[in-house]
């Protein structure tokens, strides 16, 4: 079979090359599909390694993998029938961590389950909005996710959750950092010296190395994972149903950017695997799998999904675009969702562990968030944009008591990072002149 078939998305690879490829999809972001999980768990104030986190974690496979089916396989409109890969949105972490932490898990899963009703319309109309979100406003929104992020990889480096209750005592210890510098050594050395799948696992491989060292240190404890059942018990609105505004409004408009950037991981996909523009029914597809997988995963207790960007550059380095290579890394998804065994050893996994691979982790999103914004022409107008937009969104957010007097969740929303420097750069964006 000639390379120039392996361009054709229904073109199924032999199953000896198949399955390796789908594998190598799945270790390039089951770490980064993990850990928005832990992280609103903890925010919410679930015990670290605890059954419920445990649920949480295995929601998050076994629903990447489901809306991962819905890209591939497709039904009816829905789907892009593209090897794009579905994993649990950092998108979403800042608004759902601070709606989880002041208002609960059920009013934080109610939204996404209304959000991803309404990202799933938003399939109809995608292409008409596009114009709201160029690469500036895309850019400033991806970046100051990872910037809102990176004060919460240091303190799980150093050894303690956001409210530094776990392991006070220790906190900063050299135990720690040693623990998380391997975790971010040994991913930088296999992402820039080693090729194929422990290039593409890198993180992955990483967080197995500190853990191994965490687990030599004496600071593993294996208690939880031998009281995991064998097969996860689903249960549906495990939170119940709380119905918020503020909380509703604030998850759909991290969803439109959601949305914008499925819309562009769709174009790179069909452009890395097959040298052409994807159509408009494509992207509408893509969009519509978005929004079923986020409300679907939501029922559950799962968080939202998007595409992972990461696969798209497998697209492009393998250069083979069959949808069927990478139904088999959603299958290997859903069986691991099934698992809580497999749950309960990623729960156990020490707090520095998990920090080395998130400094890595949202150090890039940032990055991306940067490489996006290379793209703009910076004349004054637009470093306006950017410098009000993050001093507001990160200012707020660094020094939260600026606005205690508003009510609830509109102090969540402000103090999100996110949504404010969202909502500054697209009005911005929209009333400033432009400039020659």
């Given at each position: 079979?000639?390379?120039?078939t392996y361009?054709?998305?229904?073109?199924?690879?032999?199953?000896?090359q198949?399955?390796?490829?789908?594998?190598?999809?799945?270790?390039a972001?089951?770490?980064?599909?993990?850990?928005?999980?832990i992280i609103?768990?903890?925010?919410?104030?679930l015990?670290?390694?605890?059954?419920?986190?445990?649920?949480?974690?295995?929601m998050?496979?076994l629903?990447?993998?489901?809306a991962?089916?819905?890209?591939?396989?497709?039904?009816?409109?829905?789907?892009?029938?593209?090897?794009?890969?579905?994993?649990?949105?950092?998108?979403?972490?800042?608004?759902?961590?601070?709606?989880?932490?002041t208002?609960?898990?059920?009013?934080?899963?109610?939204a996404?389950?209304?959000?991803?009703?309404?990202?799933f319309?938003?399939?109809?109309?995608?292409q008409?909005?596009?114009?709201?979100?160029?690469?500036l406003?895309?850019?400033l929104?991806?970046?100051?996710?990872?910037?809102y992020?990176?004060?919460?990889?240091?303190k799980?480096?150093?050894?303690?959750a956001?409210?530094?209750?776990?392991?006070?005592?220790?906190?900063?210890?050299?135990?720690?950092?040693?623990?998380a510098?391997?975790?971010?050594?040994?991913?930088?050395?296999?992402?820039?010296f080693?090729?194929?799948?422990?290039?593409?696992?890198?993180?992955?491989?990483?967080?197995?190395?500190?853990?191994?060292?965490?687990?030599i240190?004496?600071?593993?404890?294996?208690g939880?994972?031998?009281?995991?059942?064998?097969?996860?018990?689903?249960?549906?609105l495990?939170?119940?149903f709380?119905f918020?505004?503020g909380?509703?409004f604030?998850?759909?408009?991290v969803?439109?950017v959601?949305?914008?950037?499925?819309?562009?991981?769709?174009?790179?996909?069909?452009?890395?695997?097959?040298?052409?523009?994807a159509t408009?029914?494509?992207?509408?597809?893509?969009?519509?799998?978005?929004?079923?997988?986020?409300?679907?995963?939501?029922?559950?207790?799962?968080l939202?999904?998007?595409?992972?960007?990461?696969?798209v550059?497998?697209?492009?380095?393998?250069?083979?675009?069959?949808?069927?290579?990478?139904?088999?890394?959603a299958?290997?998804?859903?069986?691991?969702?099934l698992?809580?065994k497999?749950?309960?050893?990623?729960?156990?996994m020490?707090?520095?562990?998990?920090?080395?691979?998130?400094?890595?982790?949202?150090?890039?999103?940032a990055?991306?968030?940067?490489?996006m914004?290379?793209?703009?022409?910076?004349?004054?107008?637009?470093m306006v944009?950017?410098?009000?937009?993050?001093?507001?969104?990160?200012?707020?957010?660094?020094?939260?008591?600026?606005?205690?007097?508003?009510?609830?969740?509109?102090?969540?929303?402000?103090?999100?990072a996110?949504?404010?420097?969202?909502?500054?750069?697209?009005?911005?964006?929209?009333?400033?002149?432009q400039?020659?």
């Amino acid at each position: 079979m000639s390379d120039a078939t392996y361009s054709d998305p229904h073109v199924t690879p032999p199953l000896g090359q198949a399955v390796p490829l789908g594998l190598q999809h799945v270790l390039a972001m089951f770490a980064s599909n993990v850990t928005p999980s832990i992280i609103v768990a903890g925010a919410a104030g679930l015990a670290f390694g605890g059954a419920e986190q445990v649920y949480l974690i295995q929601m998050a496979m076994l629903f990447a993998g489901i809306a991962t089916l819905f890209q591939t396989v497709g039904v009816g409109p829905v789907g892009a029938r593209l090897p794009i890969m579905q994993g649990t949105s950092f998108a979403f972490v800042g608004v759902l961590a601070g709606i989880a932490a002041t208002q609960g898990l059920g009013v934080a899963l109610t939204a996404c389950l209304i959000g991803g009703i309404i990202h799933f319309a938003l399939g109809t109309v995608i292409q008409n909005l596009r114009w709201l979100f160029p690469p500036l406003v895309i850019g400033l929104v991806i970046l100051a996710i990872g910037l809102y992020l990176i004060p919460v990889a240091i303190k799980y480096a150093a050894g303690g959750a956001a409210s530094f209750q776990m392991e006070a005592e220790s906190f900063g210890s050299m135990k720690h950092w040693s623990v998380a510098l391997t975790v971010v050594i040994v991913a930088l050395g296999l992402k820039f010296f080693t090729k194929g799948i422990t290039s593409s696992a890198a993180i992955l491989i990483g967080l197995i190395a500190g853990y191994a060292l965490a687990y030599i240190l004496g600071m593993v404890n294996f208690g939880a994972v031998g009281k995991a059942s064998w097969i996860t018990s689903i249960k549906p609105l495990p939170y119940g149903f709380e119905f918020n505004l503020g909380a509703v409004f604030a998850v759909t408009l991290v969803s439109i950017v959601s949305a914008i950037e499925t819309v562009g991981d769709t174009s790179a996909t069909t452009k890395a695997g097959a040298g052409r523009e994807a159509t408009d029914a494509e992207i509408a597809g893509a969009t519509f799998a978005d929004g079923l997988g986020t409300a679907v995963a939501a029922v559950f207790g799962g968080l939202p999904n998007t595409s992972f960007s990461q696969n798209v550059g497998i697209v492009g380095m393998t250069g083979i675009m069959s949808r069927h290579v990478v139904t088999i890394g959603a299958i290997f998804l859903v069986i691991c969702g099934l698992l809580p065994k497999i749950g309960a050893i990623i729960a156990s996994m020490p707090l520095p562990v998990l920090g080395g691979g998130v400094i890595v982790m949202f150090g890039m999103v940032a990055a991306a968030g940067l490489n996006m914004l290379s793209e703009v022409n910076m004349n004054r107008r637009n470093m306006v944009i950017i410098a009000v937009s993050l001093a507001i969104g990160l200012g707020l957010n660094l020094v939260p008591t600026a606005v205690q007097y508003l009510p609830g969740v509109v102090k969540t929303l402000a103090t999100s990072a996110v949504a404010p420097t969202a909502i500054c750069a697209i009005v911005l964006n929209l009333v400033l002149p432009q400039e020659d």
